[in-house]
């Protein structure tokens, strides 16, 4: 069984400051690791993901994340926060597409609030 | 090229009464789920599909049916609704097995 714990429901930051996002999973098998988001009254988009190779991983607007596997995490992070990029974001662990068929196991979600 | 769609975008029923909650992509993705979102509660697996024909429930399949009948359509079928299936629905769609979904713009559901 996976499951997904992201730690704060809401984190609130200044424009320009750092954005950091926290996700910690459970897994029996290597997972694969995904960051999405969702802007409000749309659907979810990837922002990126990890598979297997390199540790760090780059996605879309500049947000990157780093999998740990001694600390079972996956924190996304941002250097510099744009008003844009409010929205909410999901981190999701899926078995690599073992007998899970691409199911992802979603954590709550934390709504990212940027304030000018 | 659309992606997935889903249709109606919004949607009031009253308790009892039932409905069909289509999806359709345009990709000849072989993968396609069925999700609900509550808040503060993430999304839930609700029935997926690895091809035509073939069907699994998932996580909270309870309340609800699905088929596949070709490649391109996942309807998401409410018999008897309740209060309890008021949620945001999310048909997705994946080339791979690997879990990069792709999201239509979800269809919310208030049963009354």
């Known amino acids: 069984a996976q499951s997904v714990t992201q730690l704060g429901s809401h984190v609130s930051v200044s424009e320009g400051a750092l954005v950091l996002l926290r996700c910690n999973y459970s897994?029996?098998?290597?997972?694969?690791l995904f960051w999405y988001v969702q802007y409000p009254n749309q659907g979810l988009q990837l922002l990126l993901k990890y598979t297997t190779g390199a540790t760090l991983v780059k996605g879309i607007n500049g947000f990157e994340a780093e999998f740990k596997k001694s600390e079972t995490s996956f924190h996304l992070t941002k250097p510099s926060a744009h008003m844009s990029d409010a929205a909410e974001y999901f981190c999701a662990v899926s078995d690599g597409g073992g007998t899970s068929y691409g199911k992802l196991t979603f954590g709550q979600g934390t709504i990212l609030t940027v304030h000018p | 090229n659309a992606g997935v769609t889903q249709t109606p975008k919004f949607r009031i029923l009253k308790i009892g009464q039932s409905m069909t909650l289509q999806c359709t992509q345009d990709?000849?993705?072989?993968?396609m789920y069925w999700y609900r979102q509550d808040p503060g509660m993430g999304l839930k697996l609700i029935y997926y599909s690895v091809g035509a024909g073939i069907t699994d429930k998932g996580e909270v399949p309870n309340g609800y049916n699905v088929s596949r009948s070709t490649t391109e359509d996942f309807p998401l079928r409410l018999e008897l609704a309740a209060p309890s299936q008021t949620s945001v629905y999310f048909c997705a769609s994946s080339y791979t097995r690997e879990g990069e979904l792709f999201f239509g713009e979800g269809s919310r559901l208030t049963v009354l």
């Open positions: 897994s029996s098998v290597p997972p694969y």
């Open positions: 990709m000849n993705h072989n993968y």
